[in-house]
């Protein structure tokens, strides 16, 4: 197959588009005929979420795409300096919905930078393995609804199926399911009740319920002839504009950049060393193409899912034993329920963090810090003046920065791929929130 995946070694020429429309301003534009405008959301069905786009279409030809923001006014970012360094995890997990629980491990990763603490080897798997099944929560929905927007209903029936055993399994540890916000600084919400039963949900899940769906929805797609036609060769973006473009995750990939930040910028158990007996980190690989269109980032999302599969695979077995939270250093994690009930440090030190917001002592200072999510650089920008909340909390979301390549990739496009090139952006409103 010319589109085939390989972990950063794929070589495939990219086909220019050839329907591309005259230069603005020149004859050949002139004898075109007249353009009308069209908006393109933000209740069309196809756009999946509130985002607007205004059309000029020639025929049925975009000829400019102007993208617009800002239809859900949530003030994310400014809660960020109302709430202290727990409870802003509430809204975070809000700005990505589709795979709230990576939003919840890159802001306590960032908050946790920014004090210069680091967490427990247990609290690392703990957050590798949730961080690796919300990267699957996403990749499912979005090569679900890639076909969905063409008109196939299947393939995201078989995504969306699975997607709810993840979801058992963040209610099971959590107790909630949509919006798990399970982290906190220093560690997480609360021990998972029992290991075991964690151990087997999860196992079942990767090992006996995901491959088999994975299986079905690349052999309905990739061979597709009618989904092939509708993606090869739609919406490419080249290599240097998607650096250009400051482009990351599936979309930088799939155009031939070779960046993801578990390999670059290594952290928890995606680093060297991540626990006190030296064990080294989890071993994957990152798939890479080069032709920039539709359909390479369908297939780039589509082996993400196996090789997150192959990262937890590692993990769920190497679980060590031991506190998930920091309680001792700087008394800035959350205390145990034995400890708060039955010691005065453990109840005044709750008392502390929970009601008085005086348990945490960071440092006045600023800091960035990005994971690798499903969609790209998931970073936040966090000022400090030493208080128990930000002074400033800035997030720099995927979505916001991919929306604004979208008029480069539609412009020259028949109207009917636009429902495709936006479907494979992946774009969630909620970080367009601004």
Not at 94 to 101: A, G, K, L, N, W
């Amino acid at each position: 197959m010319p589109y085939e995946i390989k972990p950063f070694d794929v070589d495939v020429e990219t086909t220019p588009y050839v329907g591309a429309p005259p230069a603005p301003g020149s004859p050949e534009e002139a004898a075109r005929g007249d353009r009308w405008t069209l908006n393109f959301g933000p209740q069309h069905p196809a756009t999946h979420t509130t985002l607007r786009i205004v059309m000029e279409l020639d025929g049925e030809r975009i000829v400019r795409a102007v993208p617009h923001i800002g239809y859900l006014h949530s003030g994310f970012e400014k809660l960020g300096e109302h709430l202290d360094y727990n409870q802003y995890v509430t809204v975070v997990s809000r700005m990505d919905y589709v795979s709230p629980i990576s939003n919840d491990v890159g802001w306590h990763q960032a908050v946790e930078n920014l004090f210069g603490i680091d967490i427990t080897p247990r609290c690392k798997v703990i957050r590798t393995i949730l961080a690796e099944l919300g990267r699957i929560q996403n990749h499912l929905l979005c090569v679900g609804a890639a076909a969905l927007d063409l008109g196939a209903f299947t393939a995201f029936i078989y995504g969306f199926n699975e997607r709810e055993r993840i979801y058992d399994i963040m209610e099971y540890i959590s107790g909630q399911r949509f919006h798990p916000d399970y982290t906190r600084v220093g560690g997480i919400m609360r021990e998972i009740p029992d290991d075991e039963v964690f151990k087997r949900m999860v196992k079942k899940f990767i090992n006996e319920q995901l491959p088999p769906a994975v299986a079905d929805v690349d052999r309905l797609l990739s061979r597709n002839r009618i989904f092939r036609d509708r993606t090869e060769g739609i919406g490419t973006i080249s290599r240097e504009d998607a650096i250009a473009w400051s482009l990351s995750g599936p979309l930088a990939r799939a155009s031939g950049v070779r960046r993801d930040l578990r390999k670059d910028e290594p952290y928890l158990c995606y680093a060297d060393n991540w626990d006190e007996k030296g064990a080294q980190a989890v071993q994957f690989k990152v798939p890479l193409a080069t032709t920039g269109d539709v359909y390479a980032r369908f297939q780039v999302r589509l082996e993400e899912i196996n090789q997150s599969i192959a990262i937890i695979q590692q993990l769920i077995d190497r679980l060590p034993p031991g506190p998930t939270n920091l309680v001792d250093e700087g008394k800035v994690g959350l205390p145990g329920k034995d400890s708060v009930y039955g010691s005065i440090e453990g109840l005044i030190q709750h008392f502390e963090l929970v009601m008085w917001n005086r348990g945490w002592k960071p440092p006045v200072a600023e800091s960035y810090t990005a994971t690798e999510t499903a969609n790209g650089e998931l970073g936040f920008h966090i000022v400090s003046d030493g208080g128990p909340r930000a002074w400033r909390a800035k997030c720099r979301p995927p979505s916001f920065i991919h929306f604004s390549v979208l008029s480069k990739m539609l412009e020259g496009h028949l109207l009917s791929d636009a429902v495709a090139v936006i479907g494979s952006l992946n774009i969630i409103a909620a970080e367009l929130d601004r």
